[in-house]
C-alpha cells in the first residue's frame, strides 16, 4: 500500500519524462506544421522612430515548398519569395532579377525586420531535428508552461539550441529563445492570439525580436487569414511564377 | 654675334622679358610638382600595399576572390604542408577570411573577419599587440578607420556573429585590443582582424586556411591547387586605377605647358610688330632673313633657359623641401577608397626633371621660331617705313 502511494505520489507530482517531452514537441509539431496551407500576414516593423507595415500572401506545401507574395505597402508590392527545399530566391520588381539567397547572406533580415531569410527557410519539425530536456515548470499569465531546452542533433542548423516555454494546454511554445552554439541569445519569440482552427491550436501574432540588436523594438506577424489543408496547384512553385 | 643682339635685347626688353621668365618658370614648377605628386602617389599607394598586403607575393585558395565575399565561405581547406613549414619558420603568414556581422552598441555592422598568424613580421600589421591579450573574449585589432565607423575603442566589447564550417551560427564577445593606424583602407575599413587558431577553433576550420602571404626574400614555386599570385598580380588593380587617371595628369601638362608657350608666342610676336624698324635695318645692312629668324629663335631659346634657371633658384628649393617633408594633404582620401599618405611626398625621378626641361625649351623655340617667320616675308624697305604687310 505505501509502496503504491510513493508511485501515485511520484507519477502527479515528478517531472515529466522523457518520454512526456518527445510527446509535448511532437503536439508542439502539430499544432505549428501541417499538410499545406495559405496564409495573408502583415507584418509590422517596428523601428526606432517608426513602424512599417508589409502585407503578404504564402503559399506552403509541408516543410520544403513556400510561395510569398507581397502586396503591400507599393514600395514591396510585387517582391516575392519562393523556397524549394533548402534553397531561398527572391524577387524584387524593381531589379527584375532573381536572387538566390545562400550562404552568409541567410542571416540577413527580411525586408530590415527582425526575422532573417534562415527563419524563414528552417521549418522542419522540431521533433526531427532537436533533442528535448525538460527545466521546469512555470506559470505565465496564471497558465502552466514547460520550460523546455532544445538541442540540435544535426549540424548546420541556425539556431542549435533553444529554449521554449510551451503552454501546458495549447502545446505552442508561448515564449522561445534562440541561441547560438556558443550559448549566447541571438532572437527571441513569442506568441499570442490563439485560437482553435480545426483540430489545432494556432497562434495569430508572433514577436520577433533580434537580441542582438539593441536598437530593435521587434517585429510583429500578424496572421490575419489562415485555411489549413487546401488546394495549391504544383504551378505556385514554379521558379517562373516569381517574374509574374 | 646673334647671341650677343639675343641678350641685348632680352636685357633691353625689361620688364616684359622677365615677366615671360617667370611664368614659364611657374608653370615649369608646375609640371615638375604634379609629375612628382603623381609619381609619388603612385609609388607610396604601391609600397603601402606591399608592405601590409603584399610582401613578397601570396598562395591563394583555389576558390578565393577577394572581390567576392560570397566565394569566402568555400575559400579554404587544410594550408598546404609546403606552406606550412615556411610560416613556421616565420617565412609566411596565414590568413583565413570569412563573412562576419559585429553589433557594436547594438547596430549590425557587416565585416570581413580575418584570422592572421600572430607572430608575423612579413606584413606590418601591428598583429603581436594582439599577444599581449590575457582577457577571455575574442581579441580584435581594427583600423583608426573602422575604429572612427564603428565607434569602438581599446577595451570595448561587442558580439561577433559568424557561421562555421557546418553552416552553424555561432556568436561571441569580441574585445578591442588595439587599434592600428595605416594608410592602407583595404586592411583598415570593414575588416576585423584575430588569432588565426582562434578564427579556426570558432569556425570549425582547424589548421585551415584561406591564402598564405610569403616574405619577399623567398620564391615558392607551387603549393599543391593553391594558386601562387605575384606581386605584379596583386598590384594590377591598383596600377590600372593609376593608368586610369594617366589621361587626367596629361591634361594638366598640356594645360601649363600651353599656358607657358602662349606666353612666349604673344611676346614674340609682339616683339616682332614692335621691332620692325631695327628688323629692316639689320636687314637693310646686310642681315641675311634666315639669321634674322634664327635671333629671334635664340631670343626664345634663351627665355627657356632663363625660365630653367630661375625654376631652380626660385622653386628648387620649395621641390626639395616637399621631397623632403611632403605636403599635407587637406582631406582624409582613405573614405574614398584610395591609398592616399596624409602627407604625401613628391618624387622627382630624374628623366621627368630632363623631360620637363627639354620639352619646355622644344616648345619655346618653336613658339618664337614660328612668329618669325613673317619677318622673311617682308622686305627690307617696307619694315624701315614700319610698314606690314
Redesign the interface.
Known amino acids: 500500500m505505501i509502496k503504491f502511494f510513493i508511485f501515485f505520489i511520484s507519477v502527479i507530482f515528478s517531472e515529466p519524462n522523457d518520454q512526456i517531452i518527445d510527446e509535448i514537441v511532437k503536439k508542439m509539431d502539430m499544432n505549428l506544421n501541417s499538410e499545406n496551407r495559405v496564409i495573408k500576414s502583415k507584418m509590422i516593423i517596428h523601428g526606432r522612430r517608426t513602424s512599417r507595415t508589409i502585407e503578404s500572401k504564402s503559399w506552403i506545401v509541408g516543410i520544403n515548398k513556400a510561395f510569398t507574395e507581397y502586396l503591400s505597402p507599393a514600395r514591396e508590392k510585387g517582391s516575392k519569395m519562393l523556397k524549394i527545399n533548402d534553397k531561398l530566391y527572391t524577387f524584387t520588381p524593381q531589379t527584375d532579377r532573381i536572387i538566390q539567397i545562400?550562404?552568409?547572406?541567410l542571416?540577413q533580415s527580411v525586408m530590415g525586420s527582425d526575422m532573417s531569410y534562415?527563419d524563414i527557410l528552417e521549418d522542419k519539425p522540431l521533433n526531427d531535428i532537436y533533442t528535448a530536456s525538460f527545466e521546469k515548470e512555470e506559470i505565465i499569465n496564471d497558465r502552466k508552461h514547460y520550460v523546455i531546452f532544445l538541442k540540435?542533433i544535426e549540424?548546420?542548423?541556425?539556431?542549435?539550441q533553444r529554449r521554449a516555454w510551451v503552454d501546458a494546454e495549447y502545446f505552442l511554445p508561448i515564449k522561445e529563445e534562440l541561441y547560438?552554439?556558443?550559448g549566447?541569445l541571438?532572437k527571441s519569440t513569442s506568441m499570442s492570439g490563439i485560437r482553435k482552427i480545426g483540430e489545432r491550436w494556432f497562434p495569430t501574432i508572433f514577436v520577433f525580436k533580434d537580441e542582438?540588436?539593441?536598437?530593435?523594438k521587434g517585429t510583429e506577424w500578424i496572421i490575419d487569414e489562415i485555411e489549413f489543408d487546401v488546394d495549391i496547384p504544383e504551378s505556385i512553385f514554379f521558379k517562373s511564377n516569381l517574374r509574374k | 654675334m646673334l647671341f650677343n643682339i639675343a641678350i641685348k635685347n632680352l636685357v633691353g626688353a625689361g620688364i616684359r622679358t622677365w615677366l615671360n621668365v617667370f611664368v614659364t618658370s611657374v608653370s615649369i614648377f608646375m609640371i615638375i610638382f604634379s609629375s612628382g605628386m603623381y609619381t609619388g602617389m603612385k609609388q607610396h599607394a604601391m609600397n603601402v600595399s606591399i608592405d601590409t598586403e603584399i610582401a613578397g607575393g601570396a598562395f591563394w585558395h583555389p576558390n578565393y576572390d577577394p572581390y567576392d565575399?560570397?566565394t569566402?565561405?568555400d575559400s579554404h581547406s587544410i594550408t598546404p604542408s609546403i606552406l606550412t613549414e615556411l610560416v613556421e619558420s616565420n617565412k609566411a603568414l596565414e590568413v583565413l577570411v570569412s563573412?562576419a556581422?559585429i553589433?557594436p552598441?547594438?547596430?549590425?555592422v557587416p565585416v570581413i573577419m580575418k584570422g592572421i598568424t600572430l607572430e608575423q613580421e612579413i606584413l606590418n600589421i601591428p598583429t603581436k599587440e594582439i599577444l599581449k591579450y590575457e582577457g577571455d573574449n575574442i581579441p580584435i585589432l581594427i583600423g583608426r578607420g573602422m575604429s572612427k565607423y564603428t565607434k569602438l575603442n581599446i577595451g570595448d566589447t561587442f558580439?561577433i556573429?559568424w557561421?562555421?564550417d557546418?553552416?552553424?551560427?555561432?556568436?561571441?564577445?569580441g574585445e578591442i585590443v588595439f587599434i592600428m593606424d595605416s594608410d592602407n583602407f583595404k586592411i583598415d575599413f570593414g575588416h576585423i582582424w584575430l588569432p588565426i587558431e582562434k578564427m579556426q577553433k570558432m569556425l570549425s576550420m582547424e589548421n585551415e586556411s584561406t591564402y598564405v602571404v610569403f616574405d619577399d626574400n623567398i620564391n615558392p614555386h607551387s603549393a599543391g591547387d593553391w594558386i601562387k599570385r605575384d606581386v605584379k598580380y596583386l598590384i594590377r588593380d591598383m596600377e590600372t586605377i593609376i593608368e586610369q587617371d594617366r589621361p587626367n595628369a596629361i591634361m594638366i601638362y598640356i594645360i601649363l605647358l600651353s599656358l607657358a608657350a602662349m606666353g612666349i608666342f604673344n611676346a614674340q610676336t609682339l616683339s616682332i610688330f614692335r621691332r620692325k624698324k631695327e628688323i629692316g635695318t639689320l636687314m637693310a645692312l646686310g642681315m641675311h632673313k634666315r639669321k634674322v629668324v634664327l635671333l629671334f629663335t635664340i631670343e626664345g631659346a634663351m627665355n627657356a633657359i632663363f625660365a630653367i634657371i630661375l625654376t631652380v633658384l626660385l622653386f628648387g628649393p620649395l621641390l626639395y623641401y616637399f621631397s623632403i617633408y611632403g605636403v599635407p594633404l587637406p582631406i582624409d582620401y582613405s573614405d574614398m577608397g584610395l591609398i592616399i599618405a596624409k602627407r604625401l611626398i613628391p618624387i622627382y625621378s630624374m628623366p621627368l626633371l630632363v623631360a620637363t626641361a627639354l620639352i619646355v625649351f622644344l616648345i619655346l623655340l618653336l613658339v618664337s621660331y614660328l612668329p618669325s617667320r613673317k619677318i622673311s616675308k617682308m622686305h627690307p624697305v617696307d619694315a624701315i617705313r614700319g610698314k606690314t604687310t
Not at chain 1, 542582438?212 to 530593435?216: A, H, I
Not at chain 2, 552598441?105 to 549590425?108: C, P, W
Open positions: 545562400s550562404g552568409h547572406m542571416r534562415n540540435a549540424e548546420g542548423l541556425a539556431y542549435p547560438a552554439k556558443s549566447q541571438l542582438l540588436k539593441k536598437t530593435s | 565575399p560570397i569566402f565561405e563573412q556581422s553589433y552598441d547594438g547596430r549590425v558580439i556573429r557561421m562555421d557546418n553552416r552553424t551560427y555561432d556568436a561571441g564577445l
